[in-house]
């Protein structure tokens, strides 16, 4: 009896042990499966985001014609000039990455806020 018991009592903290090993395994697994499917740091069509985007080639443009620049983000351009200089420390970011400029972050934002009131 006591033999049975014994062997009983080592089937079950086998059987234990091996929960808890599968379990790690699993949670570990998890835990880099949400990463796998990265592949690019930066997507392919990101990469020419500084000669093709709308920023380099519309407000450049823009910059130019003061009256349509007026239009496109309802200020003037010294006005526009002196909110981006005091707001720019508030933007900026520390990253890895190449961030979005403070001056691109305030335009796009302008312009979400303009397309709103317009849709309204």
Same mark, same amino acid.
């Given at each position: 009896?006591?033999?049975?018991?014994?062997?009983?009592?080592?089937?079950?903290?086998? !059987?234990?042990?091996?929960?808890?090993?599968?379990?790690?395994?699993?949670?570990?697994?998890?835990?880099?499966?949400?990463?796998?499917?990265?592949?690019?740091?930066?997507?392919?069509?990101?990469?020419?985001?500084?000669?093709?985007?709308?920023?380099?080639?519309?407000?450049?443009?823009?910059?130019?014609?003061?009256?349509?620049?007026?239009?496109?983000?309802?200020?003037?351009?010294?006005?526009? =000039? =002196?909110?981006?200089?005091?707001?720019?420390?508030?933007?900026?970011?520390?990253?890895?990455?190449?961030?979005?400029?403070?001056?691109? !972050?305030?335009?796009?934002?302008?312009?979400?806020?303009?397309?709103?009131?317009?849709?309204?």
């Amino acid at each position: 009896m006591k033999v049975t018991t014994e062997k009983n009592l080592a089937v079950l903290l086998a !059987c234990i042990t091996l929960q808890i090993g599968i379990s790690s395994m699993l949670r570990k697994k998890r835990k880099h499966k949400r990463w796998r499917n990265r592949r690019w740091w930066v997507r392919p069509i990101n990469l020419q985001r500084d000669i093709l985007d709308d920023y380099s080639v519309l407000v450049k443009e823009l910059k130019k014609d003061k009256n349509l620049f007026f239009r496109y983000t309802r200020m003037s351009l010294e006005v526009h =000039n =002196n909110l981006l200089k005091k707001i720019s420390p508030a933007l900026m970011k520390t990253s890895l990455r190449k961030p979005l400029t403070p001056e691109q !972050c305030l335009l796009i934002t302008l312009r979400y806020l303009l397309s709103s009131f317009l849709i309204l």
